[in-house]
């Protein structure tokens, strides 16, 4: 907790949100649309005695009730995801259409792809790419209980993903998520679960920083795999500015083509990004990314910017 601190003069409420930080994360689904009607997993839900609750967010809900989320038959025969309501926004602000070429940088365990996939119901053409060979596994599971067919695995560094095919010509995509490894300081709670908790690091400035480093090159990649007019979603489960809005200044300096945009979701409480930091001063546009604070939506903590490819 007090590592926190240090964003005393950037988070809004700053007491308020650490009260937020001593309770449990809430426990949130995404019906799986492409399997199952959201009233047919509710009725089947409610015989283990699980209680729902709609999430601004559509087909998402918060339960409470079920002991084992992960053990049904519903969850095995892909009916839902366990995914935080956090994780579900940057694919709305994708906003994938069927028939385009879409890119997932670093997919697994592959909540967002398959949320992806959903969307477009299975009527995209998506690549997920995973740099973890032991995450594969994992994403290659939770897609296939999940119906997702219209999907091509891919294991490189995201920075190093091809910009050619194989016959020489150009690789680009019509919509990239990258949703980029990152310090994960957003996932904190006081209370955790056990998985949760083998996740966590300690924080630290210093480790921020180094992970800024990879994510500037990863950004960069991930526009240049952009078609003109295409769309680029960075996300991260941070507070930090070093590996937030540092990182698409980075990209907005090198790339002069980038434009960041502006943007809302319903029913969701967004805060501006900022535009300094320290000692840094960022790109005024900087101020139309979008942060997502646990005492103003009860999730984890996230940056999203929406970049356009001019």
Known sequence: MEFFKIYR???PEF???LDSLEKAHPSHLRVNTLKVRKEELKERLSRYGCQLEELPVEDAFAFSGLET?????EYFLGYYHLQGLSSMLPPLVLKPEKGQLILDMCASPGSKTSQIAAMTENRATLFANELNKKRLSILKFQLERLGVTSTIITNYQAQNFPTKLPDGSPLRFDRVLLDAPCTGEGRYRRIMRKDELEKTSEYSERASQRMSGYQKQ?????????????????STCTYSPYE???????????RPE?????????????????????????????????????????????????????
């Open 244 to 254: 937030n809005e540092e990182v698409v200044d980075h990209l907005l300096r090198n």
């Open 218 to 234: 990863m950004i960069l990649r991930a526009f240049d795999l952009l078609r003109e007019g295409g769309l680029l979603v960075y």
């Open 15 to 17: 007491d308020v949100f």
């Open 69 to 73: 989320p992960g053990a049904t038959l």
């Open 9 to 11: 003069d950037l988070i």
């Open 258 to 310: 980038a434009k960041v945009e502006e943007f809302s979701i319903n029913g969701i409480r967004l805060q501006e990004g900022t535009i300094s930091w320290k000692d840094r001063e960022f790109h005024k546009d900087l101020s139309k990314t979008r942060r997502v604070y646990p005492h103003y939506v009860d999730s984890w903590g996230f940056y999203i910017a929406k970049i356009r490819r001019l």
